[in-house]
Structures are given as structure tokens and as C-alpha cells.
């Protein structure tokens, strides 16, 4: 069976999402695929992430943007 990786990030309000997102993705994305979930969050929570293929880790995230000189 092919393995595949799933990268999710959930921060802020936006972790409300996760629930649904993976639920959704278990009935239909890559049916034929051992899907493993990595989940990038802030909140000290969240639910439904007690299964073995859900990796959880919870930090900070940061984007550093560089302008380019006009």
C-alpha cells in the first residue's frame, strides 16, 4: 500500500476546521492510500487527534516576508 503524507495547519480560529477536514479526508481523499496526518497548531488542543496515523506538533508558527528594494 502507498504511503502518503498530509500536511494540515491549524492555528488561530482555524483549528475549528481540523474535525471536518479529516473526517472528509478519510471517506474520500486517497482511498486507496495509507494516509499519515501532520498537524502544525498553536492550540494547546485538538480534538480528534488520538488516532496513531496523526502526528501533532505544537509551536508557533512564523512567515518572514522580505521586501525586495524598489
Do not use: N
Not at 26 to 49: I, M, N, R, S, W
Request: charged share 20%.
Amino acid at each position: 500500500m502507498t504511503k502518503v503524507a498530509a500536511l494540515y495547519i491549524a492555528t488561530g480560529r482555524y483549528t475549528v476546521f481540523w474535525p471536518e477536514f479529516y473526517e472528509s479526508a478519510e471517506k474520500y481523499l486517497l482511498k486507496d492510500c495509507e494516509v499519515h496526518y501532520f498537524v502544525f497548531t498553536d492550540a494547546a488542543t485538538l480534538p480528534g487527534t488520538t488516532t496513531p496515523r496523526i502526528s501533532v506538533r505544537r509551536s508557533l508558527l512564523l512567515a518572514v516576508c522580505h521586501a525586495a528594494p524598489v
